[in-house]
């Protein structure tokens, strides 16, 4: 016996349900709502403490015969609205053919249309999982880490998962994400000794020296790309010294990096690097990196070539196979099973008047339920 879920109409309820991230209540409340009724077993949690929680999490499982598992994850914390909606961000409204509001395409248009691909199916025809987040958005720490511990705990072990981040970027349905790079942010405290500027040599001015620093970094060519990733890429991101006075040297400089960061590198290698080059000027800066996530590559193999037969047959589209992007919480579940990325149109994801096309709610729920169909075969 199968249900029947309007994928829009579950987009509604989740886009009604504000949760800027870190999220907890009641968007967890309407995802459990739809799920319960067609058959999952829906476990909820809170981990973590402010400022970078609580954050609610939810692991929902529907066991069927079949000895295939699939996994779906997905995050619903959104960011922030912004100031300049044509209407509220947070009440849906359907214009034309376009569902708006915050949310809409990142991505809690995404869950509501696996829900509904999940409702379609036999509920025997195999095992399914929804791996879903409040903390997607924000730091990530006690969000997608703390369901793989809690999955870990209750020996919940997909075989492969689909993540339904808006991977799409003309039309839906033309990339898959299958792999990510790296990404790690590094700050730089290089120290001095503050003093009158008529005074030089009774202080010990660290502007040159940070500059001196940032031109070694800038110089640094990580490697060429590969096959599958671009380029890797070092980019400061902010200079600060807070000098408010014209006539004094100050007593230190700061600046910060983001690396993004291919298959060729480690997130620690490239830490100790930005030290080596930092300590090489001023052997008393101080250097401190923090790792998002380190590159990952599912080689195209059964789960991408399942993924693309199950989007050519709705849309006569060949995707694309891309590791382009920023990072998204497939960073951490590859570790689990083999992971992609597939969802919608990325084109309004975080901006003003995020939108969702309503045919594409439902052609995604279709994808998504021949995704399933072919994993269970």
Avoid at 136 to 149: C, K, V
Wanted: charged share 20%; aromatic share 6%; with cysteine.
């Amino acid at each position: 016996m199968t249900h029947r879920i309007d994928p829009v109409e579950l987009a509604k309820a989740l886009i009604a349900a504000p949760s800027i991230s870190p999220a907890t209540g009641t968007v967890f409340d309407t995802l459990e709502a739809a799920l319960v009724p067609i058959g999952f077993t829906v476990e909820r949690f809170i981990d973590g403490i402010e400022p970078d929680g609580p954050v609610e999490n939810l692991l929902a499982v529907r066991t069927g015969k079949g000895p295939v598992h699939f996994g779906f994850a997905g995050h619903v914390d959104v960011v922030p609205a912004g100031v300049g909606w044509t209407g509220d961000a947070f009440v849906p409204e359907v214009r034309g053919d376009m569902l708006f509001g915050r949310g809409a395409v990142d991505m809690k248009g995404a869950i509501a249309s696996f829900v509904a691909a999940a409702a379609a199916m036999p509920v025997d025809a195999g095992t399914i999982s929804l791996i879903i987040t409040g903390d997607e958005e924000g730091p990530a720490i006690f969000g997608t880490r703390a369901l793989m511990e809690h999955m870990d705990a209750r020996g919940v072990k997909p075989d492969m998962i689909v993540v339904g981040e808006p991977t799409s970027v003309n039309r839906l349905g033309d990339m898959v994400k299958i792999g990510r790079r790296g990404s790690v942010n590094i700050w730089i405290d290089v120290p001095g000794t503050q003093g009158h500027v008529a005074y030089p040599h009774l202080a010990d001015n660290p502007i040159p020296k940070l500059v001196r620093i940032l031109a070694a970094i800038d110089a640094v060519e990580l490697d060429a790309g590969n096959d599958w990733f671009q380029p890797s890429n070092i980019e400061l991101t902010d200079v600060e010294v807070g000098n408010g006075a014209t006539n004094v040297i100050p007593a230190s400089a700061r600046a910060r990096l983001s690396i993004r960061f291919n298959d060729q590198h480690r997130g620690a290698a490239l830490v100790a690097m930005i030290e080596r080059i930092a300590h090489g000027v001023e052997p008393n800066a101080k250097v401190l990196g923090r790792i998002s996530g380190e590159a990952f590559l599912t080689p195209p193999g059964d789960l991408s070539e399942l993924v693309a037969e199950a989007i050519r047959a709705e849309t006569d589209i060949t995707p694309e196979m891309s590791t382009t992007g920023g990072t998204s919480d497939a960073r951490f579940l590859h570790v689990l099973c083999p992971v992609v990325e597939f969802g919608l149109t990325n084109a309004t994801m975080h901006k003003l008047d995020e939108a969702v096309a309503l045919d594409d709610l439902h052609r995604l729920a279709a994808i998504y339920r021949g995704i399933l169909v072919r994993a269970f075969a």
